[in-house]
């Protein structure tokens, strides 16, 4: 049975700290050396799961940051996330703090699976996007060391002007890694992002790269915040099947102090889960109700065949235009 994204949502993102010992040039958290004091608390972060249990079916949950390794309660909030049905799976920051033990510790608590993110083929590209030589090294060990340790691995991979060169050869890579699913994050001008140049002649001609590779490849293979990605392939487009998640519909973010936004780059809060339950928020804030209206979108985005399937980025819409109902700017598409 298909889900009813009016009501739960497919995957919510917990970003469980703004800290990381990163400095990554396209970073839409604007990332900070030390914690929050204002962070969630852990107690709070366990009356937020048990509010969510409201879903139904429950969501996935991907605890991100920052670097969610740099919280002290990380195990005891993964164990209470798995204690309660989700699954779980972890997007931490290849620093020094993620080793082998750390993998192998998640994997027998029960996450399921681990995303990394790899941004370029070679050194110089990746070392310089995320700003720590060495990352990229790195980031190929501890791939391999997910695999070992028996949870799927995701490669996220931004791809923006100074690294779209880079997609073809990370598309060799990334099955060699062992990956069961690639994520492809087109830039969105957000957080230290706004610096990161992107054409939309280049969206368009790396989504239709990706539509011939994603017919032959053996994993999964998404791009987010191009959710034009659907046009160009008929495995979207299967009767009964949910449009492709966006902002609000069939996702939901919760940042390091609690309040709930349609995603994570998309910076209009519906609320904070210190107020409200944050099923609540999602089912029924004007924001995120709004959202889900494809009837209010304007421009291309409001005429368009696709809209059911697609709908623009509203994030992207936002960050150009100030309006998240507006025309998402990097659509090719004639009216």
Not at 270 to 278: K, T
Not at 309 to 322: E, K
Request: charged share 20%.
């Amino acid at each position: 049975m298909a889900l009813d994204y009016e009501r739960s949502p497919h995957l919510v993102a917990w970003e469980l700290t703004r800290a990381c010992q990163l400095h990554c040039r396209h970073c839409r958290a604007r990332a900070i050396r030390h914690r929050n004091p204002a962070e969630l608390t852990t107690e709070e972060i366990f009356g937020v799961l048990d509010a969510m249990s409201a879903f139904d079916p429950l969501p996935r949950l991907i605890f991100t940051g920052g670097d969610p390794l740099e919280r002290e309660d990380l195990l005891p909030i993964i164990a209470a996330a798995v204690r309660r049905g989700h699954a779980v799976a972890l997007a931490p920051s290849v620093t020094p703090r993620l080793t082998r033990s750390v993998l192998a510790e998640w994997a027998s608590q029960g996450v399921g699976a681990v995303s990394l993110s790899l941004d370029g083929a070679t050194p110089a590209v990746h070392d310089g996007f995320r700003g720590v030589a060495g990352t990229q090294a790195r980031t190929l060990e501890m791939a391999r060391a997910v695999v070992e340790a028996g949870m799927r691995l995701q490669i996220n991979t931004t791809v923006s002007g100074q690294t779209a060169a880079e997609v073809e050869p990370l598309g060799a890579l990334v099955p060699a890694l062992g990956a069961s699913s690639w994520e492809l994050f087109f830039i969105i001008p957000t957080g230290r992002a706004t610096a990161v140049a992107w054409e939309a002649e280049d969206q368009d001609r790396i989504l239709r790269w990706l539509a011939q590779y994603r017919a032959k490849a053996a994993l999964r293979v998404t791009a987010v915040g191009a959710p034009q990605f659907a046009r160009y392939s008929d495995a979207e487009l299967v009767p009964g099947r949910p449009p492709v998640m966006r902002e609000a519909r069939g996702m939901m973010f919760i940042d390091h102090v609690g309040d709930v936004y349609p995603s994570g780059y998309l910076p209009l809060a519906a609320g904070s889960v210190r107020s409200w339950p944050a099923p609540a928020l999602y089912r029924e804030s004007e924001l995120f109700r709004g959202l889900r209206d494809n009837s209010r979108l304007a421009g291309r985005c409001g005429h368009c065949a696709w809209t059911a399937v697609c709908g623009g980025s509203r994030a992207r819409a936002y960050a150009v235009t100030g309006d998240a109902w507006a025309e998402d700017p990097n659509c090719l598409l004639p009216v």
